[in-house]
């Protein structure tokens, strides 16, 4: 070169770590054309210089459950090439939810993480950094968490007492027990069930909101009659809670209407009030049909004869017309004068020579 800069190859590239000898031996000659004149030889050190490690891929990804501190994370699978063999690595990451290792890059929770709060990001986006405490490398990691069954479905209360009236229809409602779960999404699903084996019935039944509502008629128990049994209570993932359910019927002589206030029981409301009317109503059919039965036995309807209800009738016949000629009697006598005058004529003023009489 004229200006007697030394340089490398232009189409090798010089490469430290993959060369066999890091020192060689130059000898340089310059001439003009004509003559030629060397230098001593000299010698050339090739030194190494740092090189920045780079990721593999721009994007890795990992995933783990919610829970503590601590909780480990699937590997990230970080792959980095460094060009100096004899340099080391170390890895951090951008989001604070997490903890990176620095040596292996293996990732876990840094702190509590529960995706039951409401708000709380199950995909994270992070940035991953390789830094050989010189040069650095980045990638993007995607951090998927997992809403995890951690809470167990509870009642409010170890045991509910409730209470029912011997009138309350099918599907009346008579009390809540709810129960809770933490967890939100899918596994806060929950779902009731009631044992009522004791009972060798299912007189009542459970709502998925856990509303306690009557399966069967009770009118038939008496006042103060005590059903004891249990419910259940299960979330989507299996874990479960029970409670003991109390309920007692009592009676009453009033209804509950469709408002807040009550009314007095109708007749047939009453259930002494059925039974003693049914029995009424059989005495009496008995007793119509008995009757029945000895009317015609005896004969008696049998002895009424065409010639009886003649009789009968005669009878009223001749009291309706001396009741005619006794009206006729009364009219001829309130009229005695002017009948008097119509049925006697005198043909002389002289009553003693001629009387001339018509009637």
């Known amino acids: 070169m004229l200006s007697g800069l030394l340089s490398t190859s232009s189409s090798t590239i010089v490469d430290y770590e993959s060369l066999t000898s890091k020192s060689f031996t130059v000898d340089v000659t310059v001439t003009d054309g004509t003559d030629t004149d060397?230098?001593?030889?000299?010698t050339v050190n090739v030194i190494e210089v740092n090189e920045a490690p780079v990721?593999?891929?721009?994007?890795?990804?990992?995933?783990?459950?919610?829970?503590?501190?601590?909780?480990?994370?699937?590997?990230?699978?970080?792959?980095?090439?460094?060009?100096?063999?004899?340099?080391?690595?170390?890895?951090?990451?951008?989001?604070?939810?997490?903890?990176?290792?620095?040596?292996?890059?293996?990732?876990?929770?840094?702190?509590t993480y529960d995706l039951d709060v409401v708000g709380t990001a199950s995909v994270l986006t992070c940035i991953a950094t390789v830094s050989d405490g010189e040069l650095t490398d980045t990638t993007q990691l995607i951090v998927t968490i997992n809403d995890v069954n951690d809470h167990i479905p509870s009642f409010a209360h170890a045991s509910y007492t409730l209470y029912t009236t011997i009138y309350g229809n099918v599907g009346d409602t008579i009390g809540s027990i709810a129960a809770t779960d933490g967890d939100l999404g899918i596994n806060g699903a929950i779902s009731y069930t009631l044992d009522q084996t004791s009972l060798n019935e299912s007189y009542f039944g459970v709502t998925g909101t856990g509303n306690l509502y009557i399966n069967r008629f009770l009118t038939s128990f008496g006042d103060g009659t005590y059903f004891s049994f249990s419910a259940n209570v299960t979330d989507y993932g299996g874990l479960t809670d029970t409670a003991d359910i109390n309920v007692v019927v009592y009676?009453?002589?009033?209804?509950?209407?469709?408002?807040?206030?009550?009314?007095?029981?109708?007749?047939?409301?009453?259930?002494?009030?059925?039974?003693?009317?049914?029995?009424?109503?059989?005495?009496a059919v008995t007793a119509t049909a008995a009757f029945s039965y000895l009317a015609y036995a005896h004969g008696f309807l049998r002895q009424l004869t065409c010639e009886d209800l003649k009789s009968v009738f005669r009878v009223k016949k001749k009291r309706k017309v001396i009741k005619r000629r006794h009206?006729?009697?009364?009219?001829?006598?309130?009229?005695?004068?002017?009948?008097?005058?119509?049925?006697?004529?005198f043909a002389s003023t002289d009553i003693t020579k001629h009387i001339n009489t018509k009637i």
């Open 251 to 283: 009676a009453t002589t009033t209804v509950p209407t469709t408002s807040t206030t009550e009314r007095y029981a109708t007749f047939f409301e009453y259930p002494p009030n059925i039974a003693w009317f049914t029995v009424f109503c059989m005495t």
């Open 327 to 345: 009206r006729k009697k009364i009219r001829d006598l309130g009229h005695g004068q002017r009948e008097l005058n119509r049925g006697v004529t």
């Open 55 to 111: 990721f593999g891929s721009t994007i890795y990804y990992v995933s783990g459950n919610e829970g503590n501190a601590g909780e480990s994370f699937s590997s990230p699978g970080f792959v980095v090439t460094d060009p100096d063999v004899s340099a080391s690595q170390s890895y951090t990451v951008d989001c604070p939810a997490i903890a990176m290792d620095s040596t292996t890059g293996a990732v876990t929770l840094s702190g």
């Open 38 to 42: 060397t230098y001593s030889t000299f």
